[in-house]
């Protein structure tokens, strides 16, 4: 089955702008998790939906938003974009239930930004 | 805070040798813990779990890891690598498991395998 599906791939904003990231799950897989990776912090949990409904969210600011559809697929959205923001974002889906934290991800490949 | 430790950032072995990850985290109750490895130009995959049970788990490609309770550790072990398994390894943790939905995750290590 098609794994985790993130468009776009890469992405070149500048400072100020905002910018919207998608991710299609697998087939199945209702919850769907975003992460920040950056050389320096790693990977950084920023929010969890799961039936459309935002589940947890991690420590970044309000300019970080997301949003789930009926169908599974995830958005998310940063506003007003720092230098700071450039990093991989990952879109990682699980089954539905337990979540990641039992059955594990599956991520997707990731969409690179760089903040200019 | 809830923290994941891991001790090496990058090792270099030669094919054969042994290998050996640490992972230690920061949080006293219980925990599902995970290695999850990203080989160069893929996304990342899960390695291996543990919820509960034997302390031993095996995962995939030969791959193992034991969970030592008293030591709030999960190291990755590896009888003899191969120039395949060069890839980022990552360790991460779920406090309160399954009722905190959240990973915390260590900062990987990156394992080079010369042939």
């Known amino acids: 089955k098609a794994g985790v599906t993130q468009t776009p791939r890469y992405l070149i904003k500048t400072r100020g702008q905002q910018v919207t990231l998608s991710c299609s799950p697998i087939s199945g897989h209702r919850s769907v998790s975003w992460y920040q990776q950056t050389p320096g912090q790693g990977l950084q949990f920023l929010f969890e939906y799961f039936s459309e409904t935002q589940r947890n969210k991690g420590n970044f600011p309000g300019r970080f938003s997301g949003r789930q559809f009926s169908n599974s697929r995830s958005e998310m959205n940063v506003s007003t974009l720092e230098l700071g923001d450039s990093a991989l974002y990952l879109c990682?889906?699980?089954?539905?239930?337990?979540?990641?934290?039992?059955?594990?991800?599956?991520f997707g490949s990731g969409t690179r930004l760089t903040v200019v | 805070a809830q923290s994941v430790s891991q001790h090496n950032h990058h090792v270099i072995l030669s094919e054969a040798a042994s290998l050996e990850l640490g992972c230690n985290y920061s949080?006293?109750?219980?925990?599902?813990l995970f290695w999850y490895v990203q080989y160069p130009g893929q996304h990342l995959q899960l390695l291996l779990k543990y919820f509960s049970g034997d302390p031993l788990v095996k995962g995939i490609k030969g791959f193992e890891a034991e969970f030592i309770k008293s030591k709030f550790s999960f190291n990755l072990r590896k009888p003899s690598v191969q120039w395949s398994d060069t890839a980022e390894y990552f360790c991460a943790v779920n406090p309160n498991a399954g009722n905190n939905r959240k990973l915390i995750w260590g900062l990987g290590t990156s394992l080079a395998v010369n042939p």
């Open positions: 990682a889906s699980s089954l539905a239930g337990r979540g990641p934290t039992s059955y594990g991800y599956t």
């Open positions: 949080y006293g109750g219980t925990v599902n």
